[in-house]
Each structure stands twice: as C-alpha cells, then as structure tokens.
C-alpha cells in the first residue's frame, strides 16, 4: 500500500470513529478507538511513540515527544479534539515528522461537525 492509499484508509478510518461518536470528546477516547479501528483494517498501529531529540548527534533528551498514532511505521497521525486547529499544531506535526524521519503525517481534529473539515496533511521533505 502506497502512502496516498494508506492515508486515505486511515482517514476512513477516523470517519468511522467520528460517525459513532461525533465531535466533543476527549482526544484519548478518539486515540483508543482509532487503535482500535485501525488494528480491525489490519494496520500496524503503535500509540504514545516517544521521539528522541538529538543535538550534533547526541541524544539530550529520550522523551522529547511522543506521537499519537504510528500507522505502518510511515505515517504520523497525530489528533485532537479543539475548536480550532492552530498553526502550532501543525508545526508539532512537523516536527514529529523530521525527528522521526518519516515521509507524511496525518493532523486529524475530531472536534468538527464533518470530519474531512478537520483533516491536514502534512508533507515531510526529507
């Protein structure tokens, strides 16, 4: 699976989760079932990934992030549940992103009316 095709599943699968339980909840309970509607499409999913930070090549920190969602070791999904998605939270993403060294990430906020309203993707140019 290409990773247009894997974002798109994992986007159908934050659909399906936010059908049953429409916007307003808790980001954990959005993370819990997304698992857990990942894992029933047979997607390798890893949760609350802690990211290293390295500095000239030294780790300074073991924790410095931790990634919501890791789905097939290429994509970051990180999700939230606020009224409005911000600038900064696009730049988490990113930066997840380069310090993962992975290709694509997934910003996914549950609290809207329609999904696909609260969706980004965001591009790591490595």
């Given at each position: 699976m290409n990773l247009n095709e894997l974002s798109s599943e994992i986007i159908n699968a934050a659909i399906t989760v936010h059908k049953e339980l429409g916007p307003g909840l808790l980001e954990?309970?959005?993370q819990?079932?997304?698992?857990?509607?990942?894992?029933?499409?047979?997607?390798?999913?890893?949760?609350e990934l802690p990211v290293p930070v390295f500095y000239h090549g030294i780790r300074v920190?073991?924790?410095g992030f931790r990634i919501d969602l890791?789905?097939?070791e290429s994509i970051v999904v990180e999700l939230k549940s606020v009224e409005k998605v911000q600038q900064?939270?696009?730049k988490q993403v990113l930066?997840?992103?380069r310090l993962?060294?992975?290709?694509?990430?997934?910003l996914i906020n549950f609290n809207e009316n329609i999904l696909v309203d609260g969706v980004s993707r965001i591009a790591n140019n490595l």
């Open positions: 954990s309970v959005y819990s079932c997304m698992i857990l509607e990942l894992s029933a499409r047979k997607l390798n999913c890893k949760s920190n073991n924790e890791l789905v097939e900064v939270h696009k930066t997840y992103l993962s060294r992975k290709p694509l990430g997934l």
